[in-house]
């Protein structure tokens, strides 16, 4: 019966609740089972690295990592303005730090300007070989007329002083240009000697090492950015693959940067010629043939680790038994985990699914612990030994829950039969009170 409120019409008697149907044990411990494994697959895909390689950034795989005073030498580096379009803040900045002066790197520049660009690789590839005392052969002084480009510098550094005539400090200024090109006579004068590997001072490799660098300079600056391959850029790769090739390590104006796929596309005036560190899985595999004075290297696009769905393409010298025997023509998913450390060559201009797209060359090497797959394994990921030790903490912990479950599920039966049997102790059956009446009457 309803018996109405005088207030609000409501019943004055409270609507009953429903209570909620009772779960059985079983299916409570078939959900504490999945979200125990829905808690280790979130676990295992939160422990991979390259979900935070795009927020962080991550040490290159050979061993460098970036710290604050490379990324403070990179800040300053992006600033340049038109220093940077052209490519001299970036070759002063290193000249300054391997201890040369602004002289040495003109006089560098006088001489490269003398050499054709033919001459500037066989000289770069000489120099090359002499700052790693790996070179027997002669210096090619044959194809440049050395006194014409110290006669070059001479009238520079003449022009210069003139104009500098109001200057109280021309008088030093005219003494150490004047030191500087002596220096620099020396040091060629002892190119042609005997032995000149071991007449070098410390200061002569200095100094030849800016030449080295500024036809090196010289090379990047013929490069086309954002076309296709072009003659010009053969002059760059091989001096680069040289370099490369020979295992030069990083002096320490050339400190490596640790970049993404799309600051190389977005900002290529801040990243060219300089070296960087790239890190990916190769998705194919060319070799490329020794001709026009190129040697034979090869060529491999990369799937970056950065997230982004953009080909970097590297140009080395050797690659390991693995890569090699990728196809021209694959396109892996996850291929060989691999990390290049080079130049920054250009932007690739190559045609996509999509249409016309770039890609960033880096001219460079591959370090030696790339990861090795059998050959069973080509073309599989490299991440299968942490996916196999997934699988067995996920077999480990269905197991462990399944144990606990049952523990759960036989104690829980155990305590219910305990209860059940004091219940029925004090509990009188109908035959005890037919009797109890009986006596009564």
Sequence with gaps: ?????QLNDDNLYRRGTKRPRPVDAYRRIVRMCLALVLVFVVMNAASREAIYRPFFGSPDKS?????????????????????????????????KQVGASKRDR??????????????QVVWGIWLTGLQKGQTDSQPPLASISLADALASFDQVVASTSSVQDDSDNDADDANDEGKTTARWQQTIGRIGGENALSAFAADDLTRLDVLREAIADAAQQRVVDGSVWR?????????????????????????????GVLPLLQQPVVFLGRVVVVSGRVARSERIVASDGLPEYWQLWIRPDDGADRPIVAIVGDVPADIARISSDAILEAGPAVSIQGHFLKRLAYRSTLGADLAPVIVGR???????????????SSTQPSSVSAGLVLAIAFAVGVILAGVI????HVLAVRTRSLRNRHRVSPVDLSSMETNES
């Excluded at 599920?409 to 829980?412: L, N, V, Y």
């Design 106 to 119: 003109e006089m560098a520049d006088a001489i490269t300007g003398q050499m054709s660009p033919k001459d």
């Design 409 to 412: 599920m036989w104690r829980t």
């Design 366 to 380: 591959l370090p030696v612990h790339v990861t090795n797959v059998d050959d069973e394994l080509v073309g599989r």
């Design 63 to 95: 061993g460098f990592e970036p710290n604050q005073e490379t990324l403070r030498r990179f800040d300053q580096t992006s600033v340049l303005g038109e220093d940077a379009a052209s490519g001299k803040g970036v070759a002063a900045q290193r000249d």
């Design 231 to 259: 003659s010009s850029d053969r002059d760059a790769i091989r001096l680069r693959l040289a370099q490369w090739k020979r295992n030069q390590p990083l002096r320490g104006g050339q400190s490596a940067v640790s970049v």
């Design 1 to 5: 019966m309803r018996i109405p409120s």
